[in-house]
């Protein structure tokens, strides 16, 4: 795994978090709460698919809340939360999905999805 530059952290879905590239990395998901049993919340990502956080005991989001989730990528591809903001009830998660598939991905915007220089 590369180091990780402080105070960056990619964009990511579902479909990217599968393949164990970003295990021990700090990621961000936006997503819509599932479900939550207090140890873990599923969450709807913007591609569709879905991401499992561990969750403090404390997390208190009920399903159908869209939150941008940050946290450190464990074994199994779970997700431990660091922290959440509250994207409110009109994001357009396909929007989303596209800026971080199509954008972020594309080589031309690199300089603004990477680590400053």
């Known amino acids: 795994m590369a180091q990780q530059e402080d105070g960056y952290y990619p964009r990511i879905n579902s479909t990217m978090l599968m393949p164990g590239q970003h295990s021990g990395m ?5 997503g819509t709460i599932e479900a939550c049993d207090g140890q ?3 969450v709807k990502c913007a ?3 879905q991401a499992r956080f561990q ?3 404390s997390f ?8 941008e989730l940050v946290g450190a990528v464990m074994e199994g591809n779970v997700v431990q939360l660091f922290i959440t903001r ?3 009830s009109d994001f357009d ?3 989303y999905n596209k800026m971080i598939t199509e954008v972020q991905a594309n080589p031309k915007f ?4 990477s680590p400053g220089q």
């Open 93 to 95: 998660m396909d929007v």
């Open 26 to 30: 700090i990621v961000s998901i936006v």
């Open 86 to 88: 509250d994207m409110g």
């Open 55 to 57: 969750v403090d005991p």
């Open 60 to 67: 208190a989001q009920p399903p159908g809340t869209t939150l």
């Open 110 to 113: 690199a300089e603004y999805f």
């Open 47 to 49: 591609d569709g698919g």
């Open 40 to 42: 873990f919340a599923t």
